[in-house]
């Protein structure tokens, strides 16, 4: 008679071997059809085997990935063509690291560290063309290059560390679990006369305002297959492409207050963004609320409660904790700050109705595709969801395979490699969650408790998800938003009467947020809102509108640049 748990033993090691099985034979035919993939296979093996400097140890560790795609984009101002580019790439990035999982190259700032200490480090080119030889050959000259800095970095790494006392020092690479996994390979071709056409249809529609200065389209496509492969055993394709429409207006007060304000809609596809009318509604939306404010009076000022509508809101959260909920360890030789989210892990940073976890595996939000969606990690790790504040605490930070003190393993947020774990998709909830009405009362309530006449709602920062998004060149990349860096800038904001009356008024800043501000806040809706910042690989964030309990709005007293002399062309050919 056999045991049940016998049976159990014997049935589990059946199925890890049937999956092995099935792992070998997806790799055998991936290698079959994939000339780039046998080719970096193959030069793995070769190096693992026998990459080795006298004397010195040979790597532990190899790991190589290439990112095989095409970028286009066309840039269009008032129906004409000021940019068109498509550009088509294979770009390498080496890892290699010597020494052990304890102890290796990386994680290394001390003095004379080199640009070995770096984990991994991005190549020139491969070929085009699916030529095995002359891909094993770039690969190689990477491999070669990246192991001699490696070696030297560890020297380097030992002999500084001989004279500093080190305590409690985490492993400089996680152990984690092979994957193999293979996505169908994209046609990353790009449309450039599609892209085109979209962008000069919508930024004709400029041409009906001539308070706007100045004012742009651009539809960008991107498109790449993901490869990588490491000595653990990983090898992985992954494929994604993303079509990135961009637009923004710029206007002057008549007092020389320059105004911008844009927004940005990330799709899979030119076929999935919004119908056209609906894309040409937003850009009228946009320039009328552009000249809206450029007419308001200024705000002299305010101190009080203030209310951040669900787009604002959720802008200003990702602007203050897009980089501080990534977890790692201190270099060798740096020092840790003081606000650094370790510091942190149990303590309150958020009130405690307020819940924060980052799931890069949601596709769409509310109908929005995600920016930050992803499988693998660009360390090959799977995605998974982590729950980093509970009831406003801190009890987790994103993990890439650089160990802390505090996190031994990855979460799956290894993005860009290498260094410290990265936002995927960043989602903020409330419980108890107020509906617009509600918050609205709260604002009012709140202003009565402190003896304001009124108080202040921010519909929006400016920018709208621009963020710097347009990165292939042309003459369109301005700072919307941004009055030279000195504080966050909202754009379009109201002062709000206790009769139900609303004010539309400019020129203020905030002139500080620290996270006690955060800690601070009195409710915040239910309606979410989805703010993606640069796809491909970009983040997601997700929040819903904020009711502060106090803030400083201070009145921006600047030179602004005298407004133009003469007025816009544009206005003369409306005249005529």
Not at 120 to 139: T, W
Not at 184 to 206: G, I, W
Not at 322 to 334: A, D, H, M, T
Request: proline share 6%; glycine share 10%; aromatic share 8%.
């Amino acid at each position: 008679m056999v045991r049940p748990l016998a049976l159990a033993l014997t049935l589990a090691a059946g199925l890890v071997a049937a999956y092995a099985q099935a792992d070998k034979q997806s790799l055998h035919r991936e290698l079959e059809q994939d000339v780039l993939l046998r080719a970096m296979v193959d030069e793995l093996e070769r190096n693992v085997a026998g990459l080795q400097l006298e004397d010195l140890d040979r790597p532990y560790f190899v790991e190589f990935s290439i990112q095989d795609g095409t970028a286009a984009y066309v840039a269009a101002s008032l129906g004409a063509v000021v940019g068109r580019n498509l550009h088509r790439w294979r770009s390498p990035d080496t890892d290699v690291r010597v020494g052990s999982y304890e102890l290796d190259n990386t994680n290394f700032s001390g003095r004379f560290a080199g640009s070995g200490a770096d984990s991994f480090s991005p190549g020139g080119s491969v070929p085009l063309e699916d030529d095995y030889n002359a891909i094993r050959q770039a690969i190689w000259w990477e491999a070669d290059r990246e192991y001699k800095a490696a070696a030297e970095a560890l020297v380097r790494k030992k002999a500084f560390m001989e004279s500093k006392l080190i305590r409690d020092k985490p492993p400089d690479l996680s152990r984690e679990e092979p994957v193999v996994y293979f996505e169908p390979r994209l046609n990353v071709e790009a449309d450039l006369d599609a892209l085109q056409e979209l962008a000069v249809s919508l930024s004709t529609l400029f041409r009906d305002y001539p308070d706007v200065q100045r004012s742009g389209v651009q539809v960008a496509y991107m498109g790449a297959n993901r490869y990588l492969v490491n000595s653990e055993g990983t090898r992985l394709r992954t494929g994604e492409q993303w079509v990135t429409l961009s637009v923004h207006a710029a206007a002057q007060a008549d007092d020389g207050m320059p105004l911008s304000d844009s927004f940005t809609v990330y799709s899979g596809s030119l076929d999935e963004l919004p119908p056209l009318d609906e894309l040409r509604a937003r850009c009228r939306e946009l320039a009328d609320e552009l000249v809206a404010v450029r007419n308001a009076p200024v705000l002299s000022g305010y101190t009080g409660p203030v209310l951040f509508d669900a787009p604002a809101a959720t802008e200003l959260f990702a602007s203050y904790f897009g980089g501080r909920f990534g977890g790692g360890q201190r270099p060798v030789g740096s020092r840790t700050s003081p606000e650094d989210f370790a510091n942190k892990l149990g303590k309150r940073i958020l009130p405690r109705f307020i819940d924060v976890v980052d799931d890069p595996l949601r596709k769409v939000i509310n109908g929005v595709p995600v920016a930050g969606h992803y499988l693998y990690d660009d360390e090959g790790v799977p995605a998974q969801p982590v729950t980093l504040v509970q009831g406003g605490k801190l009890v987790a930070l994103l993990m890439s395979r650089n160990p802390s003190r505090e996190f031994t393993r990855s979460n799956g947020h290894g993005r860009g490699r290498g260094g410290r774990g990265s936002v995927g998709c960043l989602i903020v909830t409330a419980n108890p969650a107020l509906d617009a009405s509600s918050l609205r009362q709260e604002l009012l309530d709140a202003c009565a408790d402190e003896g304001l006449e009124f108080g202040m709602r921010v519909a929006r920062l400016g920018g709208g998800g621009y963020g710097g998004n347009l990165t292939f060149g042309g003459d369109l990349d301005f700072d919307p938003g941004s009055f030279g860096g000195h504080g966050i800038a909202p754009l379009v904001m109201y002062k709000v009467y206790p009769d139900g009356r609303e004010e539309l008024v400019r020129g203020v800043e905030i002139a500080r947020i620290t996270l006690k501000d955060f800690k601070r806040i009195l409710a915040a809706g239910d309606e979410p809102y989805v703010y993606n910042v640069g796809a491909p690989e970009g983040a997601t964030y997700v929040a819903p509108a904020m009711l502060f309990e106090e803030l400083d709005l201070a009145k921006i007293d600047r030179d602004f640049d005298k407004p133009p002399l003469l007025p816009n062309p544009l206005a003369r050919t409306a005249a005529d």
